[in-house]
Structure formats: C-alpha cells, structure tokens
C-alpha cells in the first residue's frame, strides 16, 4: 500500500497506524506502559497489604543492635554494633570469597583449558572427565560435599595437623601465624608500590627503545628482580619488622594467630572447581576458534612457539574468550550465596538471614539483598566490558 | 477467563491476599480445609511419617482446631515453613493458624502483627555438649565454638549470655537443623544450642544418645505457642479457646477415652458441662456450635494426652512435663476457665 493510496480525509490517528515505524513506536510504548503498570500494581498492591497489616516499609531497623556474633568479620564488630554493620561485615565475605573465586577459577579454568587440548592422551582424557563430571553435578552439592570432607575428615584442634608449631590444620580451620606490622616495615610497602610504579613506566621505556632500535629488554626478569627482591633484600636489611603473633591451643580452640575456616575453604574450593570447569571449555573453544593458519604464518616467520602463543594466539582467543567468561564470573559471585547451607556469613546469611529473622523486616532485607548482588553483577559487568574493549579487534 | 487468571497470577506474585481482612472463620468453614503453618519437620514436633501423615506435638493441635471448626480433625493441610517463612506464610493468608513451636516475644507480637495464642509449651535455650568434654556447666565454655540452628531468636540469646558472663565463642551458624547436626556430630562445634526440646529431639536422634549431655543452664525464656495475624480477633478467640480448652479438659480429667460418658448428657459438675456443651451456650459465642470442644478433645486427647504421646518420658524425645504439668500437679501450665 503505498502513500498516494491513502486518502487525504482519513483521520490522523489511522495514517498514523498505518505508517509502519511509528506503529511500532506506539506498540513500544503500550508494552512499556502495560510492563510498569504491572510491576507498579503488585509494587503498590504489597505495600498497601503490608500497611493494612501495620507494617510500614521502613530501614530505621538498619540502626538497631544486631545482638547477634559473626565468626569471620573483617571490620571491628560485636553483638551491639549494628544491622547496618552486620551487612557490612557480610558484604566483605561476600566479596572475599567472590574475588578469591574468581582468581583461583580462572587459573584452574586456563588450566583445564589448555590441558583439553594437550596432545597427551591421559591429560587429555583426564580434564574431559573432571570437567564433564563437575559441571553436571549442581554447585550445591559441590559445596556440601567439600564441606562435609572438610570437616569430617580433618582432626579435631586437640589432634591438629602440626606444621612445626606455628600453623595447625583442623576441621575447625586452618590455624596461622597472624602478622603485626611494626612502623617500619611501612618503607617495605612504600618501596613495594614505588618498584611497581617503575615498572609500569620501564615497560612502555622498553618498548619505545624496542620499537626505535630493535633492542628487546628481559622486561618480565626486571620486574620480578625490582618487584619482589628488592623489597624482600630491604625487608631483611630492616630486622624483618614484622612479628608473627602464633596460634596457640587454649582450652577448646587455638587462640591468637590468623584462621581460614572450613566454611570458607569449602565455599571457595567448591565454587572455583565449579566454575573452573566451565572456563576450561570456554578457553578451549576460544583457542581452538583461532585458525591453526596463524600459528603456521608465525613458524614461517620464525617467531618461537611460546611467543607464537603470546602473541598471535592468545590475543585472538581472548576476544572470543572474555564475553562468555564475564558471566562466568558473575556466576561465581551469585553462587556464593549458597554460602547460606554450610554456614560461611556472606550477605544473605547475616542482613538477608538473621538480620531479617530478628526484625521481621523481610521486604526491607530481600531489597538491600537484592541491590548488593545487583551492584556487584553490574561492576563486574562494566570492567570486564572495559577489558574487553580495550583488547578487542582494532579495526582500520 | 483470562482476566481472572491475570489477576489470580498478579495476587499470587504479589504478597497475595493479605490477611488483614476479618472472617477466617467464614474463610476456613467455605473452604472445608483449616491451613496449619508447621516446621518443615522436628520429631515429636511435626513431622510426616512413613505413611507421609503428619504427627506430632503441634501437628495435633491444628487437628484440634480443624475438629472444633470443621468437625473433622483430618481436614488440615499442613503448610511445611521454615523459620524464615513462618511469619511470612500466615501473614500473606497461605496459612490461617499457626502452630510452629514458636515464641512468644514482644516485638513479634507487635512489630510482626501476629497474636500469640496461649502458650502450649514452656521451653528455653539450652546446650547439648559431648559428655567426654568433661563440662558440667555452660559457665565453662569460654572459648567454645557453639553451632546455632540460625533462623530464631537462638543467635540473640547466645550473644547476650556470652557477653553478659565475660566470656568469647564462636559462633557457627547453620540454616537447617540436619546440617547442624552434621557439623556437631563432625565435631566442628563443641557445643549445639537450640530450644531444650528441640535439642532432646536433637539428642535422641544421635547416633549415640548417652555420650551427649544437656547442660543444666537454661539460658532463655522461651513460651512456645500458636499464633494467628492481627485484625481477626474472632478467629483468634477460636485458636485461643481451643488450646485453652486442651488444657482445661486435663484439668477436669477429661480425655479421649472417657469423653463420651462424661459429655453424654449433663452431669453434676457445670465446668465439665460448660466444656462438654450441654450447659450453657459457650460455642455459639465463639460462632461454633454447642460440640466444638468435644470434637477438638475427642481428634488427639487433652493436652496431657497429646503431650505424653508425642514428646513426653515414653517417646524418643523423652522430655519430662517439669514447668508443663498442669498447675495442680506442680507446673504453670494454667488455662483461664470456660465460663
């Protein structure tokens, strides 16, 4: 039907029909209004039977005392600090179990990648099987599991696994000595910084020089020399200012020192094997998507295997590799909350758990809940959408 | 149709039909079928058995209402919830009573809209601990890891109780109660803190029940009862008269057994007759009919019945009726009258 056919006197809501973009802007508005309407319904409709009960939404809770005890608390906490704390201190569990997860899965990840495709046949075979049977059992199960292992199988603190009286391993934890830092050793950690300031500047010097002369400088060796010896030799120089405070067993437990408990360590060796399987075939499938021609073109000109891999291979299988990888790791941070079944006080366990018990506030938890996991999908999102934009195809 | 669905479907996601509105009695005789919030499963407390019907301490009394109100104490559909969702259950309407060994407190009496009904069991905190630790008293766990079966008012009182005595712990807190007698049995805790009752039921289903000991500190005060949403009171008064009822029929010495010849026909005492509804006109007032406690009595026995069948000296849990014998044989358990 073309616009001649359409006769001048038709009103203007029909020619507006007819046309087909802006039916489609209208359609898209009616969907967006009916969609909000219908969260904006139940919104008003929950809050309006919880104010006809007498339950008004409110967080002046948030400022009550908790009345309750966290095992593992990074920051200054007790039973009389506050809900408001009490979310803190379960949001910095959260976080540490996130982040260790998402290190360690992606080393064992990278691992298992390159160990699928290793030419040994029982590498080969043995990472098909330890991926094909992790990754069809849920993390749930992987987490009570290692838990149960943990705490079943290790001795109690009176039987501790003695490593020559300073760290101690029981089924209550992982006993070790506790640094207390003297003023000094602050020089250590300043020179620390300042070697990898340097080096951050040597880098691009070396690859100006490489890129004028031709003249390649063992960068990696530089580092490690500037980065960790160096401090080290002036840590000793000092009269190592660091005194180790070493567990001790009193009464039930060991006191003083440093401890990992079991529920962490099931927690975070159960979710990055979880999750490392499933990197493993996603960096399989990133390297072999790389055309074997590459490596063939870099041999030909004679660039050596290990920088046939670093720099032909590796940057092309990244871009293939990080968008799926960025939910993997958004998936180790939502699966921690299952931190909940073996008793690690992530986030939901403390604010969304007994918090939310204690107080009976459970709209007002499940929200704060809700925005944490909401906050931390979307920062990983955002700098993994970063990295991925920097290494992408640069195209000309 | 399809209207109906949108909206059933809309009321459903949402925090459904909220409760606030008077007439759970009309509700539930419409219906046929009482909603009873539970556990999810403690023995001797509420729990399926192998045939998957439920039994227990609580679960007896939902029947108890089921039978005053619909005359059949089989029409309850028991609605499993965890400490979690108890509150949330009842509230949104998906259960009208509930009876989930559940305390008493101020602020959820209050703050959480919900009206206690009288108390049903006496409880409190309390410490299960291995006998080969040598501790006699809870004075002695300084320094202790303690497992909480989370999701009470357990964590709270723990921490009160350490602080106020000076002393550390640590506290290991566990979402059901299975994984926390896992991790107690592992020896991951010295110590397993829950209600004394539900630490005998814990206790007794140990592989080896001597080797454990109930400390003597009871560190809490915690009146376990049913409960029902604020703003329907007339409902509320059926639960609260029901379990007062039990108590009461104790009292008078009437039981499951000697029911039918002692509410026969009226006889020389007028409490007995009151409660057996041959005198006066107590059920109407509560919009039943004249039978209401006859039935309620007649579906699981008086209280002492329902007591020694399910947690008392000769079952698995058993616990001894100690503060929960009736007040003429020593304890507090004591029913305002019928009359």
Not at chain 1, 55 to 68: A, I, R, V
Request: with cysteine; proline share 4%.
């Amino acid at each position: 039907m073309s616009e001649v056919a359409i006769p001048p006197q038709r009103n203007a809501i029909s020619r507006l029909w007819n046309d087909k973009e802006t039916r489609s802007v209208i359609i898209q508005i009616v969907a967006t209004v009916l969609i909000l309407g219908f969260f904006a319904y139940i919104i008003r409709n929950a809050v309006d039977n919880l104010a006809a009960i007498g339950k008004g939404f409110s967080y002046k809770f948030l400022w009550q005392p908790s009345s309750y005890d966290i095992n593992q608390h990074f920051i200054e906490y007790s039973s009389r600090s506050t809900h408001f704390r009490a979310m803190l201190v379960g949001l910095l569990n959260t976080l540490l179990v996130a982040v260790a997860g998402i290190i360690l899965s992606s080393i064992l990840g990278f691992t298992l990648g390159v160990l699928r495709l290793s030419k040994n046949w029982l590498t080969n075979k043995l990472a098909y099987v330890y991926i094909e049977y992790v990754r069809n059992v849920p993390v749930l199960l992987h987490i009570l599991l290692v838990h149960g292992i943990i705490v079943h199988s290790l001795p109690v603190p009176k039987n501790a696994i003695n490593f020559n009286d300073t760290a101690f391993l029981t089924n209550r934890g992982f006993f070790t000595p506790a640094p207390e830092i003297e003023p000094l050793f602050w020089a250590v950690i300043g020179l620390f910084v300042g070697a990898i300031v340097f080096m951050l500047w040597f880098k691009q010097f070396a690859q100006k020089i490489q890129d004028e002369t031709g003249k390649h400088y063992p960068v990696a060796l530089i580092g490690v020399g500037t980065i960790v010896i160096l401090p080290l030799i002036v840590y000793f120089l000092l009269g190592s200012p660091i005194v180790w405070n070493i567990p001790e067993l009193k009464g039930f437990n060991f006191k003083g020192g440093m401890v990992i408990r079991p529920e962490f360590i099931a927690l975070w060796l159960a979710l990055s094997g979880y999750t490392a399987a499933f990197i493993g075939e996603i960096v399989r499938a990133g390297i072999v998507a790389v055309s074997y021609g590459q490596t063939e073109a870099a041999s030909a000109l004679g660039i050596s295997r290990g920088r046939t891999l670093s720099l032909v291979v590796i940057p092309q299988a990244l871009r293939i590799i990080v968008p799926p990888l960025t939910s993997q790791y958004l998936n180790i941070t939502k699966n921690s909350s299952l931190a909940v079944a073996i008793g690690y006080m992530d986030v939901v366990a403390t604010i969304g758990g007994i918090s939310l018990n204690q107080t009976g506030r459970e709209m007002e938890c499940m929200v704060i809940v809700l925005l944490i996991y909401l906050v931390l999908s979307l920062l990983i999102s955002a700098a993994m959408n970063w990295y991925n934009n920097r290494i992408k195809l640069v195209e000309r | 149709m399809r209207v109906t669905k949108t909206a059933a479907f809309a009321a459903a996601i949402s925090l459904a039909a909220m409760g606030a509105q008077a007439g759970t009695l009309e509700d539930v005789k419409a219906r046929g079928e009482l909603n009873c919030v539970v556990t999810t499963g403690l023995a001797g407390f509420a729990a399926p058995d192998e045939n998957g019907r439920w039994e227990g301490f609580d679960a007896s009394f939902c029947r108890a209402v089921a039978a005053a109100v619909l005359g059949d104490g089989e029409k309850v559909k028991f609605v499993p919830s965890t400490g979690k969702t108890r509150f949330t259950l009842l509230n949104s309407g998906e259960g009208d009573i509930l009876f989930r060994n559940t305390t008493e407190t101020m602020s959820r009496d209050t703050d959480l809209k919900l009206n206690f009904l009288p108390v049903n069991y006496y409880d409190g905190q309390g410490f299960l601990v291995r006998s080969d630790l040598g501790v006699t008293s809870a004075s002695e766990l300084d320094g202790a890891s303690v497992c909480i079966q989370t999701g009470t008012t357990t964590e709270l009182n723990l921490a009160d109780y350490f602080r106020a005595n000076g002393m550390s712990y640590e506290p290991v807190n566990i979402e059901t109660n299975e994984e926390g007698i896992s991790n107690y049995s592992a020896n991951r805790c010295d110590v397993y803190t829950t209600d004394a009752s539900g630490l005998a039921s814990t206790r007794a289903a140990l592989e080896d029940p001597s080797a454990h000991i109930l400390l003597p500190e009871i560190i809490s005060k915690e009146p376990l009862g049913g409960a029902t949403r604020h703003g329907d009171d007339e409902w509320s008064d059926v639960g609260k008269w029901v379990v007062n009822a039990l108590i009461i029929a104790e009292e008078l010495g009437v039981n499951s057994t000697n029911i039918g010849e002692l509410c026969g026909a009226a006889g020389n005492n007028p409490s007995i007759n009151r409660l057996c509804g041959t005198e006066g006109d107590m059920g109407s007032m509560l919009g039943l009919d004249a039978q209401w406690a006859v039935r309620a009595i007649s579906v699981a026995g008086n209280y002492a019945e329902i007591f020694d069948a399910n947690i008392g000296p000769q079952t698995p849990l058993a616990l001894e009726r100690g503060l929960n014998a009736s007040w003429r044989d020593g304890g507090i358990l004591y029913a305002a009258p019928i009359r």
